[in-house]
């Protein structure tokens, strides 16, 4: 079992900035790939970063990609999200995830429980 608690989430104004974070326990860490979802009302879970166990590999999903960068730390069991230029469309609950590399919301054998990111405009 792998534990993972976010933190990080808030009220911020557009073109503003937050940094997401997602502390993991239980089952050693690099030997997960990790995920950035989110899931806005009335819509379902999206893929929004990706990066591989060693951090070496990232991808990002095209509405993010140059505003958002993930990175982690395995030696802190944690995930990071910077989140740059923030619009009001990327208002949502923010989810990270432990699996296997990918977009797919599958791939993931753990998920936090979430933390809210409200951008207003």
């Known amino acids: 079992q792998v534990q993972l608690v976010e933190s990080g989430g808030g009220l911020v104004q557009a073109g503003g900035s937050l940094r997401l974070s997602c502390a993991a326990s239980?089952?050693?860490?690099?030997?997960?790939?990790m995920g950035w979802f989110r899931q806005a009302p009335g819509k379902e879970r999206e893929f929004i970063a990706g990066i591989s166990r060693s951090g070496s590999l990232t991808s990002y999903a095209d509405s993010v990609k140059g505003r958002f960068t993930i990175s982690r730390d395995n030696a802190k069991n944690t995930v990071y999200l910077q989140m740059n230029s923030l619009k009001p469309e990327d208002t949502a609950v923010y989810f990270c995830a432990a699996g296997r590399l990918g977009y797919e919301t599958g791939r993931y054998d753990y998920w936090g429980q979430g933390t809210q990111v409200t951008v207003s405009s």
């Open positions: 239980g089952r050693t860490f690099s030997n997960y790939g």
